[in-house]
Structure formats: C-alpha cells, structure tokens
C-alpha cells in the first residue's frame, strides 16, 4: 500500500526519503500546481544524513487530485492540520488511516473530529530534523517516534514497514500521556527560549523559573489523569537542557525567522485544559501572557 505524505517540511521529508530508500511506494502530496512545479524542477527530495546527500525522486501531485488514499502521513504544521487534512478528505478511501504527526495537542482532536470515518492515529517524536530549503532537510539527529490510537485499537501490520525503513518506531497504548510528557516538556523549554533570546542550554541561568514551570505542568498533568507523564517531569526538563545545550527550540527558530509559532497547541493547551480543571497555574499563564504579547510585537500571530 502506497504511503502518501502530505507535509514536505523536515519531518515529512524524512520518512518519505526512508521509505522510498526502503524500497516501499510513497507519494507527496504538494498543496498547488506551482508548488508541484517547484519540487519537479529540484528532481525530488535532497536527504544530508551525516554528511552526505542523496536525491529522492518520489513521485508527486497536488492534493486535490488523484487516486483514493488508503494510508496518509499528515506532516504539517499543527495550525495547519484541520485545513490540510479537509483538503483530501473527498480522496480517503473507506476506512482510510491518519498518522498525525503533529506538536503539542489540539489539532490531533479538531482533525478527527473533522474525518469521523477514517481512523486517526496519534504519532510523537523525537528524531531532529531541519529543512535548509525547499525540500531539503538535514537529518539531524536520531530519536523514536511513538504512535498509538486514542480509542485503544490494535496496532497496524505496516509498523514493520517503518521498521523495513529504519525509522525507529513504537506501538503506545497510552499515545495521549506520551504527547502530554513531550507538551509539558516543550511548555517548559521553548517559551523561555524566545523570551530570554537563548539557547537550550542557557535555561540553566534560570532555574528557579524552570521548577516553578515544571510544578504547575506537573499539578495540570495528576488533574488530567496522566500521573506517569509527571514522574520525574522537572529532571527530565533539566536533562533535554543540558543535552540539547547547544540547540535553538524549533518555537525560537520559528519565531526568529518570522513564522508563526505553535504556541496554541503547547502553552495555549496547557491552560485551556487548566481552565477545563479549575486550576491556577500563575506561572503558566503569566508566561504564555508575555509570550503572546512578545509574538505579537513582532507582528506574528498569538494563537
């Protein structure tokens, strides 16, 4: 079965150069004609992995046309999930499947609730990829990537086609606690990053701001029923700063290169959910306050 991709940003890229290099039939989908044009006159996707580059001519088309799709990898930005995925949904074949490899949560729930009758799979990880252009990326750095269904159904044969194509992947029964861990994490890191203006690894000058951080999304993580996600949580904050000291948070490239940030789906979450529970949280919310009034300075969206 044909793995089609809708996404061809870094991730997107990624799993489509590994799985045409596997051998396993994948196709891009590419959101207009001009956009199409582009990636044709390129030859396909460029991969740099330790050094060295190789050329991917993977078939392509827009989205709005060609055959039923069985099987999609939905790569996109998590504002852009909903429209991306209402975009094909007239080409989803019966009892089609969705692995939704999104950041934070909330855009995981809007696209189900958008495509009822296709079965919606909930993808994290943590493989480190960056686009250097158009569709060019730079493997980075090698992580898992963990999927899992919401509504507790079995997992899927093709998991050993990713295994086929060493994308390092594992079957969670509890996708949500996964994704609400990586979203506390990423509540914790990321913000500060563009409001201090620094490194990963200069959050460590700050770590008073950190614990408190790291207490409140541990209190928001017990009332939401995801205790196994709090285990621990502020050390494991401690331990990605330290050994991701040397990274920009892709919310501090995102917000210095102008583009809108995903801050709806981590901070913006983290407090609805808050609201959801009757829970303060003063520090989550005065530092997604000051990040919203940050993003908007800069003309950038605050949702």
């Known amino acids: 079965m044909t793995w089609t991709i809708l996404g061809a940003g870094s991730l997107g890229?990624?799993?489509?150069?590994?799985?045409?290099?596997?051998?396993?039939?994948?196709?891009?989908?590419?959101?207009?004609?001009?956009?199409?044009?582009?990636?044709?006159?390129?030859?396909?996707?460029?991969?740099?992995?330790?050094?060295?580059?190789?050329?991917?001519?993977?078939?392509?088309?827009?989205?709005?046309?060609?055959?039923?799709?069985?099987?999609?990898?939905?790569?996109?930005?998590?504002y852009d999930a909903e429209s991306a995925a209402a975009s094909v949904a007239a080409r989803l074949a019966p009892g089609a499947e969705l692995i939704l490899l999104q950041n934070g949560l909330g855009s995981q729930q809007a696209v189900s609730a958008h495509l009822p009758r296709a079965r919606c799979l909930y993808a994290s990880s943590t493989e480190g990829a960056f686009r250097e252009s158009d569709f060019r990326v730079v493997f980075a750095g090698r992580g898992q990537t963990w999927l899992g269904d919401k509504d507790g159904g079995p997992a899927p044969g093709w998991l050993t086609e990713l295994e086929q194509a060493a994308i390092p992947a594992q079957w969670s029964e509890n996708i949500l606690e996964r994704l609400w861990r990586k979203v506390a994490l990423n509540c914790a890191i990321n913000p500060?990053?563009?409001?201090?203006?620094?490194?990963?690894?200069?959050?460590?000058?700050?770590?008073?701001?950190?614990?408190?951080?790291?207490?409140?999304?541990?209190?928001?993580?017990?009332?939401?029923?995801?205790?196994?996600?709090?285990?621990?949580?502020?050390?494991?904050?401690?331990?990605?700063?330290?050994?991701?000291?040397?990274?920009?948070?892709?919310?501090?490239?995102?917000?210095?290169?102008?583009?809108?940030?995903?801050?709806a789906y981590l901070l913006g979450h983290a407090c609805r959910e808050g609201d959801r529970l009757h829970l303060a949280m003063p520090q989550l919310r005065a530092l997604h306050e000051r990040l919203r009034a940050y993003l908007v300075a800069r003309g950038l969206p605050d949702t």
């Open 13 to 78: 890229c990624l799993w489509a150069a590994r799985l045409s290099r596997a051998g396993l039939p994948v196709r891009l989908l590419l959101r207009d004609r001009q956009r199409l044009n582009a990636y044709r006159a390129l030859g396909g996707i460029t991969l740099v992995e330790d050094g060295r580059e190789s050329l991917y001519p993977i078939p392509a088309e827009t989205a709005a046309q060609g055959a039923p799709i069985q099987r999609l990898l939905l790569a996109c930005k998590a």
């Open 192 to 263: 500060l990053t563009v409001l201090h203006q620094c490194r990963n690894g200069d959050l460590a000058s700050h770590p008073e701001e950190v614990a408190k951080l790291c207490d409140e999304l541990g209190q928001l993580l017990h009332a939401s029923g995801y205790p196994e996600a709090a285990r621990e949580l502020q050390g494991d904050v401690e331990r990605v700063i330290a050994a991701t000291a040397a990274n920009f948070s892709s919310m501090y490239q995102d917000v210095a290169q102008g583009r809108r940030s995903e801050i």
